[in-house]
């Protein structure tokens, strides 16, 4: 069964380094999805891509984050600098279309974050 | 901003009770889709109710869509070890597509 990968699993850094996550949707999934989850709460979505384009970073902190999904297929979030506050898991998510109702999007393991 | 508040927050039941989450939304819905994330997992899709007053079964679990699509609610019956986890719901907006959590309801079976 095709599965949204992610990696790192886990990662541990400190306030104000850079961080990186990637995400590798399910093939032919055109709808992208960077959610933050702090932990007992719901996903938050950060940034939606669809294809190449970014349909919806409302929510994305830009001074700090960045999001990028060059060739429409893989997406690398990234985090400079990193702060205490920033702590959370952060899932990738895709879906077929995304282009009309909401669709079903299935989620990656996540990236758990930890800044010290 | 458009919202999808959920509750409770915890359920703590026996096993072989039963378990109720309800979600509301303060504006109409096009969809609501429901999801559940085991502990240290990631969120799971297990249903979509698109239409006014549908209600849809799974085995034990029973979902209900309101006649406004305003409301939702997800009951299991007789629980089980394995239904342990956090049950979000996440309602679909037709202004933009996307989907707006509830914070999640996290089911809990006394020792």
């Known amino acids: 069964e095709a599965e949204v990968a992610q990696s790192p699993r886990y990662k541990i850094t400190e306030k104000s380094q850079a961080v990186a996550f990637w995400c590798d949707p399910i093939s032919g999934h055109a709808t992208l999805y960077w959610y933050r989850q702090i932990l007992g709460q719901g996903p938050e979505l950060l940034v939606q891509f669809q294809d190449e384009s970014v349909v919806d970073d409302s929510q994305l902190p830009k001074d700090r984050f960045s999001a990028e999904r060059l060739k429409g297929v893989d997406s690398t979030l990234k985090i400079q600098p990193a702060e205490l506050g920033d702590s959370a898991m952060y899932l990738c998510a895709s879906s077929l279309n995304g282009a009309g109702a909401p669709e079903t999007q299935y989620f990656g393991p996540g990236t758990r974050l930890l800044v010290l | 901003g458009q919202q999808v508040m959920q509750i409770p927050q915890y359920q703590h039941v026996q096993e072989g009770e039963d378990f109720t989450t309800y979600c509301n939304s303060s504006?109409?819905?096009?969809?609501i889709q429901w999801y559940k994330q085991r502990p240290g997992g990631h969120p799971v899709f297990l249903i979509q109710l698109v239409k006014s007053g549908e209600v849809k079964k799974q085995k034990r679990l029973t979902f209900q869509f309101g006649e406004a699509k305003k409301n939702s609610s997800l009951h299991i019956t007789a629980t089980q070890t394995t239904d342990v986890g956090t049950y979000f719901c996440?309602?679909?907006?037709?202004?933009?597509?996307?989907?707006?959590w509830g914070a999640g309801t996290k089911l809990i079976i006394k020792p």
């Open positions: 996440a309602g679909g907006m037709d202004s933009n597509y996307q989907l707006i």
């Open positions: 504006t109409t819905l096009s969809n």
